[in-house]
Nanobody, 111 residues
């Protein structure tokens, strides 16, 4: 299957912002996105925001700081991350039905 590609990660100081993107280049069918996940160093992958129908369900740790959105015309999923904290440091992955995991994008937040 076509791979999802995450981008937009980087290094930022606490309180900063990043906007992540997820897409499958060259894929013409509509992508049914599940949401965003992350794997902090030394930990298991965890849900950041997951769609349940039309409702986006955010992890308690990111509520009020992260916002998911989608550009349907571009078949692209976004994650706006504001007021980043060191505990947000992780590799971030998007997820979609019938797609394997991509490589993820590294987010590093320093104090």
């Amino acid at each position: 299957q076509v791979q999802l590609v995450e981008s937009g990660g980087g290094s930022v100081r606490a309180g900063g912002s990043l906007r992540l993107s997820c897409a499958a280049s060259g894929y013409t069918d509509r992508i049914d996105y599940i949401g965003w996940f992350r794997r902090p160093p030394g930990q298991q992958r965890e849900g950041v925001v997951v769609f349940h129908g039309d409702v986006a369900s955010y992890a308690d740790s990111v509520k009020g700081r992260f916002t998911v959105s989608q550009d349907t015309s571009k078949n692209t999923l976004y994650l706006q991350m504001n007021n980043l904290k060191p505990e947000d440091t992780a590799v971030y992955y998007c997820a979609a039905r019938n797609f394997p995991w991509g490589q993820g994008t590294q987010v590093t937040v320093s104090s």
